[in-house]
């Protein structure tokens, strides 16, 4: 299954605004910035990361419904597995 880029548009600016998240991480670092600081902000990247992970899944997962021919179309194991390499 491919992802139509139109569809991530979304989710690549997501990406993106985590990449500058990131860069904020380690200048904070090399700052020596307050331990809590850092911490909020890496999970602030950590959060937007797996919106964008689940966003792919679910936006798979309805092109795989929508454009199957029924149950058997869809990998349920594959999906299964997609959304447990996020947790």
């Not at 491919?2 to 690549?12: A, N, T």
């Not at 990406?15 to 902000?41: F, P, S, Y």
């Amino acid at each position: 299954m491919e992802l139509d880029p139109q569809d991530m548009g979304p989710v690549i600016n997501r990406i993106k605004r985590a990449q500058g998240q990131l860069a904020g991480v380690l200048r904070m670092l090399e700052e020596g910035r307050e331990c809590e600081d850092v911490v909020t902000q890496l999970a602030a990247v950590s959060k937007a990361l797996d919106r964008a992970g689940f966003a792919i899944v679910a936006t798979g997962l309805q092109q795989c419904i929508t454009a199957g021919d029924g149950s058997d179309s869809v990998d349920m194991k594959k999906m299964e597995k997609l959304f447990l390499s996020l947790a």
